[in-house]
């Protein structure tokens, strides 16, 4: 009887001990995952509500529906050199109808000026000054990745077909592969910008990327390393804006390339105090 009643007491004491562990554990999880929900929601600007419990079912007040629509904003890097100004004020321009566009997903827009200094596009392009980072900051990950992005970018130079096949930017596929081989990963999209004159079709892109210069002859011809008897090369304006109604290119130039300068003709058309920038 005594040794019944002594397996009793240890039974009861054991599930007691069990039901102890399981709210214990059960509390801690909770915890931790609303203070992960919080946290996250601090982040992208929701609300998070700290009385949710991750085992019941979501609080209405805090579910987003799906179709909710998540607009991005856009962050753009710039100087304060000429070079920088034009590019940015045609960019915004297109920003903003892109924006009024229906189904548009672009939200906000933010010039990140690097100078330290506002400029004179403080009142038309939203703008946040920045001071340009202290030597030796925030060099970690780069550091890591240097040396394998210059033993690369050798290894592709002294390869004559890789070269030839990348030229002068060579250097930038060379950080593809360097990155890859650290891990670190970036999110790749085919469809979301073209270059001119290599990319020949607009088609559904995001973005025009025009940093090589378009070089064709009258009959359409493209020249590329020669200048062309039509050209448009963004780096023949260092020092200041291209003028207004750039010429378009002749017939049999691609789609592509008269789309980019039909675009930046338009924008420079419709900014007011282009010619005096």
């Known amino acids: 009887m005594i040794g019944r009643k002594s397996m ?23 915890m931790i995952i609303q203070n992960r929900a919080i946290s996250l929601g601090k982040l992208d600007g929701s609300s998070f509500s700290t009385s949710s419990d991750p085992i019941t079912q979501m609080p209405e007040n805090v579910k987003r529906p799906e179709n909710a629509r998540r607009p991005f904003h856009v962050a753009l890097t710039a100087t304060d050199a000429p070079y920088s100004k034009w590019q940015c004020r045609i960019m915004y321009y297109w920003y903003k109808k892109a924006k009024e566009m229906p189904g548009s997903e672009l939200g906000g827009f933010t010039r990140v000026l690097h100078s330290g200094n506002p400029d004179n596009l403080m009142d038309e392009i939203p703008t946040f000054v920045v001071n340009p980072l202290p030597e030796g900051l925030d060099r970690t990950l780069l550091e890591k990745i240097a040396p394998t992005w210059m033993n690369v970018s050798l290894k592709m130079k002294d390869d004559p077909e890789a070269d030839k096949t990348f030229g002068w930017v060579l250097e930038m596929y060379a950080y593809a592969v360097a990155s890859a081989m650290h891990g670190v990963k970036h999110i790749l999209r085919k469809d979301f910008m073209i270059q001119p004159p290599w990319d020949l079709e607009v088609g559904k892109t995001f973005i025009i990327h025009y940093t090589y210069g378009c070089d064709y002859s009258l009959k359409g011809e493209l020249t590329y390393g020669k200048i062309g008897e039509w050209r448009f090369d963004k780096r023949s304006y260092l020092h200041g804006p291209p003028p207004r109604n750039l010429p378009l290119p ?21 900014i007011p105090g282009w010619d005096t920038e």
């Not at 240890?10 to 801690?28: I, K, P, Q, R």
């Not at 002749?250 to 419709?270: D, H, I, Q, R």
Request: no cysteine.
């Open 250 to 270: 002749p017939p049999g130039v691609p789609e592509s390339v008269v789309t980019l300068v039909k675009m930046v003709n338009e924008a420079t058309a419709n």
């Open 8 to 30: 009793g007491r240890a039974s009861l004491f054991l599930v007691l001990l069990a039901l102890g562990f399981f709210f214990a554990t059960y509390n801690l999880i909770t």
